[in-house]
């Protein structure tokens, strides 16, 4: 891993996912009628404060490209670094997306989180009851086939 930037890891890559599939997530409750103003007040609020840690992401980008005198239209960082160290030897390399560890890191957990769901869906459910039979009926000495 590599330090960088605060506020563009794990956490902010789930968040602005998030926020972009709010609106997505609304239109089936168009679809049932149960959306409300206040619900897509609400996603505009993420939508523009995703948009907003986007843009500076982008801006930090291009401030760095601008006190470094670069004058290319490439970004400056760690993943193009080591994607200049690998091209030669593997210009398919995972090490060339840094990004790659966060998106994969990001998928373990949500895939970890929807594995316990089951878990616990599946443990919570009460036992079967057992069968009733009716009074007078002695169970003992009856025999099952196998």
């Known amino acids: ?3 960088g930037l605060p506020g563009i890891g794990v956490g902010t890559l789930y968040y602005v ?5 709010m609106p997505i997530r609304e239109l089936g409750s168009v679809v049932r009628g149960t959306s409300s103003l206040s619900r ?7 939508i523009f404060y995703a948009s907003g840690i986007i ?3 982008a801006a930090a980008d291009r401030i760095m490209m601008w006190s470094l005198h670069i004058q290319t239209k ?3 960082g760690p993943a193009r670094w080591i994607h200049d160290g690998f091209k030669n030897n593997a210009p398919q390399s995972i090490l060339a997306a840094p990004i790659m560890a966060s998106v994969v890191l990001l998928a373990v957990v949500l895939l970890a989180v929807q594995l316990m769901r089951l878990y616990v869906k ?25």
């Not at 897509?40 to 993420?46: A, D, V, Y």
Request: cysteine-free; glycine content about 4%; overall charge neutral.
């Open 122 to 146: 599946v443990a919570s459910r009460p036992a079967p009851a057992p069968a009733r039979v009716a009074p007078g009926i002695n169970t003992e000495s009856v025999e099952f086939a196998e």
């Open 40 to 46: 897509w007040r609400l996603i505009g609020t993420q």
């Open 17 to 21: 996912l998030v926020a972009l599939w």
């Open 1 to 3: 891993m590599f330090a």
């Open 74 to 76: 490439t970004s400056v």
């Open 55 to 57: 843009a500076s992401i």
